[in-house]
């Protein structure tokens, strides 16, 4: 793919400046935006950055499936067991997801590649 001053909408063909977040023609968007400096934004990304890192804490502290885990009782060390293995089935999980979330995002900026190659 060339570099020039002007490129084409991958969706209408119609000539854009390399500087356009969205065709003026289409709407189709060509770059991602910059990432928003407003207020909102900048408050919920601090207040994510303050609030997450406590909720981490919380869930490793109060979690208490290993202390059930080890306990003499039977019975308590079944519940032990269940919570472990939930555990393990929600990091499986996310860890799966994790992995095909980024499989679906390289899948379709190679895909929009391929069309922004086809269109030229
Ligand atoms: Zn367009």
Do not use: R
């Not at 709407?27 to 909102?40: E, H, M, Q, R, Y």
């Not at 979330?101 to 379709?108: A, L, V």
């Amino acid at each position: 793919m060339e570099i020039a001053q002007t490129t084409m909408c991958p969706t209408c063909h119609q000539t854009v400046l390399p500087s356009y977040y969205f065709c003026p023609n289409c709407g189709a968007k060509l770059n991602a935006p910059p990432l928003s400096t407003s207020i909102g934004a900048q408050a919920w990304l601090y207040f994510f950055s303050l609030i997450l890192p406590m909720i981490c804490y919380l869930a490793v502290t109060k979690w208490q499936g290993f202390k059930y885990y080890k306990s003499a009782d039977p019975k308590t060390k079944k519940i032990g067991m269940i919570a472990c293995g939930l555990l393990l089935l929600s990091t499986v999980f996310t860890i799966w997801y994790a992995i095909y979330w980024t499989q679906q995002e390289i899948q379709s900026s190679v895909s929009a590649i391929n069309a922004d190659m086809g269109a030229y």
